[in-house]
């Protein structure tokens, strides 16, 4: 797909709008990391993921990881946008016997590739996936996109070390650079110093961008795409709650869900008028 | 049985209330908000260790801790103290340290997370490690009081506790809960229901179901699963000739596991097991889940009647 840069921040608003509508119907989930990675999904689904929405497992398709798999709403969304899932399938978003269950899980999701929600675990499994691509002589790519608390689990540094050490060029990093995990920020939970220069050390291609800025987003995926002797890392600086004044940079909003009145207030910010 | 609390709060209020031990320290793995050390942490800033999300960390971290005469209590879901398994097998069962775990978000009660945050195997896993004592309260007094406990336990111990709120039962009786020992909650002698956890209260409830029609059930909490209370167990056999077991964990190797496991080797009665049947959970409201998985008041009364008609 070729989109402008306006239509993909129309097409990331529309996500938006749905992430909040889901979160507030089950008065439950994750809005937070959601809005804070919706731009780079967006842009990732819309413009490079080779996939077929009406064959969900063909063989050949990008993988695309959702390694903080708390975050589904957001990859929910998108989904539903490309036309893997329906519109109306967003109302099964933790509810009994849905599609969408509170984290993104391969066994009930047409186009989810990996069942999350164990912080860590994504990017090992990316490398299998990666790895396995090259064993097949295929061009399929593997995308994997990690939380910033979650680069605390010691798992992610042992898959890090493993790619560069096995040259897995086709393994494709974005982190969700948003400054705040479950309880607080991650500067009180745990500082972790320099990222890019943890990843550089471990032997990754390391690019930041503005995660919300759609034409860095695009350079970004750029980078990821041509990187291909080593694994790369994008580290894509954000706003958790983005878009939603409330919920920006407020930790509270990791895992709550709106109120009546701070929904209307969202929808109203996000420039969606409900009947 | 109207005033409802969470058994998580009941063991955030433990640590405030243990705080005088000044070798008592709190460990966080970016979940205290959610297992209730959050209260420790803003009283005790310094004694609060927070590991970020890494329970592996945090585990070891806390046997170098009880090494060095420190009392740790560190908690995380339950499902993410898993993570820390072979850390709890090698670095703190085998050489007995006395770090206490606990668990929270345990079992299928838990909710729309999904099955990701579903603890079912914690119980049986933690079971199988030799020096741990393993717990699984039902109410927010009970924790209260077995963590209250804990600091004078020379053992490293596993505590499953939940997120939901459940009825609080033991207003007046803190000084019939004590680790290891089960509490008979109603006496009958047609058939013995033991529980655990949230099903405690659903187990009361079938007792209720089964008294209008004419049967008469022994409930007993039965909190502490190791070390089992056995010498209960076999009163309840020669009481009542058939028992019930009844946990909102896998039906392998949990509650059901070590009760069957002490019925062969002592006093044989026939069991019926009430748990989830080896299978995943999925989102769903915590009274759904309880249906979806068969677990309820509903099916343990159905084991009852099971259970009586095995008898010989
Ligand atoms: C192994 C593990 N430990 C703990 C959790 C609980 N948990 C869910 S989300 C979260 C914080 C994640 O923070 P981050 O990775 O920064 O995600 P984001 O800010 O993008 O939401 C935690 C601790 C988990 N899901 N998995
Ligand atoms: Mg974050």
């Known amino acids: ?275 | 049985m109207s005033e409802m609390a969470a058994t998580r709060d009941g063991y955030g209020q433990a640590l405030l209330e243990i705080a005088d031990n000044p070798k008592v320290v709190v460990m966080e793995a970016d979940l205290g908000k959610s297992t209730k050390s959050l209260h420790f942490r803003k009283k005790y800033p310094t004694r609060t260790i927070s590991c970020g999300i890494g329970e592996q960390n945090m585990l070891l971290a806390g046997a170098g801790l009880a090494a060095s005469g420190y009392i740790p209590f560190a908690s995380t879901f339950a499902i993410f103290t898993e993570r820390a398994f072979e850390q709890m097998r090698n670095g703190v069962a085998r050489p007995n340290l006395a770090v206490h775990l606990c668990g929270s978000h345990g079992g299928t009660h838990t909710g729309t997370d999904g099955s990701s945050a579903q603890s079912i195997e914690d119980l049986a896993i933690y079971r199988t490690l030799p020096n741990v004592v393993v717990m699984h309260p039902s109410d927010y007094v009970s924790t209260l009081e077995l963590t209250k406990q804990l600091p004078g336990l020379d053992k490293p111990s596993y505590m499953r506790t939940a997120r939901n709120k459940t009825p609080v039962m033991y207003r007046g009786r803190e000084s019939e809960i004590i680790i290891g020992k089960g509490i008979t909650l109603c006496q009958g002698t047609d058939v013995a229901i033991i529980a655990c956890g949230v099903l405690v209260s659903e187990s009361m409830k079938a007792a209720e179901q089964l008294a209008d029609k004419g049967i008469n059930a022994t409930v007993v909490d039965m909190h502490t699963l190791k070390p089992l209370d056995g010498d209960l167990i076999n009163s309840l056999v020669a009481q009542c000739g058939a028992i019930v077991t009844a946990e909102d964990h896998n039906v392998i190797g949990g509650l059901g596991g070590a009760v069957a496991e002490h019925l062969v080797s002592n006093h044989y009665a026939p069991l019926e097991m009430v748990g989830v049947a080896d299978r995943f959970g999925e989102s769903g409201q915590s009274d759904e889940m309880l249906e979806v998985m068969k677990i309820n008041s509903k099916y343990i009364e159905q084991a009852a009647h099971r259970a009586i008609a095995r008898k010989s």
């Open chain 1, 1 to 275: 797909m070729t989109l402008s840069i306006s239509e993909l921040e129309e097409f990331a608003r529309k996500c938006r709008v749905e992430i909040v509508k889901m979160v507030y119907r089950a008065q439950a989930g994750h809005p937070g990391g959601s809005l804070s990675e919706i731009d780079l999904i967006s842009a990732l689904y819309a413009t490079r993921m080779r996939v077929r929405p009406n064959q969900p497992k063909w063989d050949d398709r990008d993988r695309f990881i959702l390694s903080k798999g708390h975050a589904s709403p957001g990859m929910y969304a998108v989904l539903a946008e490309m036309g893997f899932i329906s519109h109306e399938d967003l109302h099964s978003y933790r509810v009994l016997g849905g599609k969408c269950q509170g984290h993104v899980d391969m066994k009930w999701c047409p186009g989810v590739d990996f069942s999350a929600g164990s912080l860590g675990m994504g990017l090992s499994f990316g490398l299998g996936c990666a790895v396995a691509a090259r064993l097949d002589n295929s061009e399929r790519r593997t995308f994997v996109m990690l939380g910033d608390g979650e680069l605390q689990e010691g798992s992610v540094w042992e898959a890090a070390m493993a790619a560069a050490h096995h040259e897995v060029g086709n393994l494709k990093v974005i982190l969700d650079r948003n400054r705040i995990q479950n309880d607080d920020f991650c500067e009180v939970q745990m500082r972790m110093f320099d990222i890019p220069a943890k990843w550089r050390s471990f032997g990754w291609e390391v690019k930041e961008i503005d995660g919300h800025n759609m034409e860095e987003v695009m350079s970004g995926l750029d980078f990821l795409e041509s990187t291909n002797d080593k694994p790369s890392i994008l580290i894509a600086h954000t706003i958790k709650g983005a878009g939603v004044s409330f919920m920006e940079d407020n930790p509270s909003f990791h895992g709550a869900a709106p109120n009546d009145e701070q929904f209307a207030q969202a929808m109203a910010e996000l420039g969606e008028v409900i009947a």
